[in-house]
C-alpha cells in the first residue's frame, strides 16, 4: 500500500530554517509529481510547492519564492522542503502528496496520495 510520511516539522523562531522530508513507501513515485501543501487552522488547504517528474520544473506559490526549496532523491524515494527565512504566516501544517496527472497539478484536487502531515509553528 502506497504511504507517504512526513518527517521534520518543529517549533523555530522567525528567520530560522527548517527541512521538510517525505517519504514514500509502497510504491515507487519517481514517475509521480511531488507536492508539498500547507493548511493552517480555519483555512483551505494551500498549494506551496511542486516537483515535476517529467517536466524538469519546479513550482512555487509566490508566498514562498525565494525563502522555499523542493527537491526529490529518486534513489531514496523521498522529497524535501528545504525552508528558509521562515515567518509567522508560515506556521501551518505541512503535507506532501503525489500525482499521476499528466501536467503537474497546482491544486490539492489533482494528488493522488497524501501525507498525514508535519506541524511547522514559527514564533514571532
Known amino acids: 500500500q502506497a504511504q507517504l510520511v512526513e518527517s521534520g516539522g518543529g517549533l523555530v523562531q522567525a528567520g530560522g530554517s527548517l527541512r521538510l522530508s517525505c517519504a514514500a513507501s509502497?510504491?515507487?513515485?519517481?514517475?509521480?509529481?511531488m507536492g508539498w501543501f500547507r493548511q493552517a487552522p480555519g483555512k483551505e488547504r494551500e498549494f506551496v510547492a511542486t516537483?515535476?517528474?517529467?517536466?524538469?520544473?519546479?513550482y512555487y506559490a509566490d508566498s514562498v519564492k525565494g525563502r522555499f526549496t523542493i527537491s526529490r532523491d529518486n534513489a531514496k524515494n523521498t522529497v524535501y522542503l528545504q525552508m528558509n527565512s521562515l515567518k509567522p504566516e508560515d506556521t501551518a501544517v505541512y503535507l506532501c502528496?503525489?500525482?499521476?496527472?499528466?501536467?503537474?497539478?497546482?491544486?490539492?484536487?489533482?494528488?493522488?496520495?497524501w501525507g498525514q502531515g508535519t506541524q511547522v509553528t514559527v514564533s514571532s
Open positions: 502528496a503525489a500525482s499521476a496527472a499528466r501536467s503537474v497539478p497546482l491544486i490539492a484536487l489533482a494528488y493522488d496520495y
Open positions: 509502497g510504491r515507487a513515485f519517481t514517475r509521480y509529481h
Open positions: 516537483n515535476s517528474w517529467n517536466e524538469g520544473a519546479t
